[in-house]
């Protein structure tokens, strides 16, 4: 006869276990000894590693004493549910380790290469990290609109690379982020990005090119977008009355004012 200590060690499991069995009926208590203490015997003893068996392969507590319990018949259906069960977790947490691991390729995870090529290219001129982050979420935004479509969009994206006024434009918003929000220069800084952004508008605009939103015919991406600029940073607001002074409603979209400001 066993002590519980010897019979946990036998099984290979912890006393704290044995009791924990015990508590929730899956294992009987012996009765105690003239000395007070319990008594475990062979059958205990096969119990235990039955129970220890079927929990280590995953079948729940709640389930083990149906199992012990069954004719092999029904313990053999039993077991091939909880097979396919384990199956499909199986299937669950690998799909989830494949996304761990593309965590470690950053903005990979939810963007294709040829956008992430884009944010390395921005990297690559200096841009702050804060507006590649920025820019980063707002291809996110579209992403999730258009998954299939974030590709097509890049050829122009990098051209527009090759345009001394975006590399401007890029590394001016890199400074104002970067600013203090108390800076006294940051208002000129504003004004110099609003001239900027309108000048490529009216360019844009003159030679005949649709708005992305509008030729998509869904401009609520772009509200988004526009939405995380002034979340993410107070002073997207001025810049937002800066471009309407200038006849254009915001940054995000290329959309003239209907009555410019006189």
Same mark, same amino acid.
């Given at each position: 006869m066993l002590t519980i200590g010897q019979l946990a060690a036998y099984a290979g499991v912890t006393?704290?276990?044995?009791?924990?069995?015990h508590q929730i009926g899956?294992?009987?208590?012996?009765?105690?000894?003239?000395?007070?203490?319990?008594?475990?015997?062979?059958?205990?003893?096969?119990?235990?590693?039955?129970? /220890?068996?079927?929990?280590? !392969?995953?079948?729940?507590? !709640? /389930?083990?004493?149906?199992?012990?319990?069954?004719?092999?018949?029904?313990?053999?259906?039993?077991?091939?549910?909880? #097979?396919?069960?384990?199956? #499909?977790e199986i299937e669950r947490l690998e799909a989830s380790r494949k996304q761990i691991a593309q965590l470690t390729a950053g903005d990979s995870l939810m963007l294709p290469p040829e956008v992430t090529g884009y944010l390395d290219r921005l990297?690559?001129?200096?841009?702050?990290?804060?507006?590649?982050?920025g820019e980063r979420d707002g291809w996110i935004l579209l992403g999730a609109?258009?998954?299939?479509?974030?590709?097509?969009?890049?050829?122009?994206?990098?051209?527009?690379?090759? #345009?001394? /006024?975006?590399?401007?434009?890029?590394?001016?918003?890199?400074e104002l982020v970067e600013s203090d929000p108390s800076d006294v220069a940051a208002e000129s800084r504003l004004a110099e990005l609003a001239d900027l952004m309108a000048g490529l508008f009216e360019q844009a605009y003159a030679a005949g090119e649709a708005d992305v939103g509008e030729a998509m015919g869904d401009t609520l991406p772009f509200d988004l977008m526009h939405g995380l600029a002034v979340e993410t940073d107070p002073r997207a607001r001025r810049l937002l009355e800066l471009m309407r002074e200038r006849g254009w409603t915001g940054w995000t979209r290329m959309e003239r004012l209907a009555d410019p400001p006189g």
């Open positions: 006393v704290r276990a044995v009791r924990h069995y899956l294992l009987p208590e012996p009765a105690r000894d003239d000395s007070g203490y319990r008594r475990y015997g062979a059958t205990a003893v096969v119990a235990l590693i039955k129970i /220890r068996t079927l929990a280590n !392969a995953g079948v729940p507590l !709640a /389930r083990i004493g149906q199992l012990l319990e069954a004719d092999e018949p029904s313990f053999a259906e039993a077991v091939e549910r909880i #097979d396919s069960q384990l199956r #499909d990297r690559e001129m200096g841009v702050s990290e804060r507006v590649v982050r609109r258009w998954p299939d479509r974030l590709r097509d969009f890049m050829p122009g994206k990098f051209a527009l690379l090759d #345009d001394p /006024r975006q590399v401007q434009l890029y590394r001016l918003i890199s």
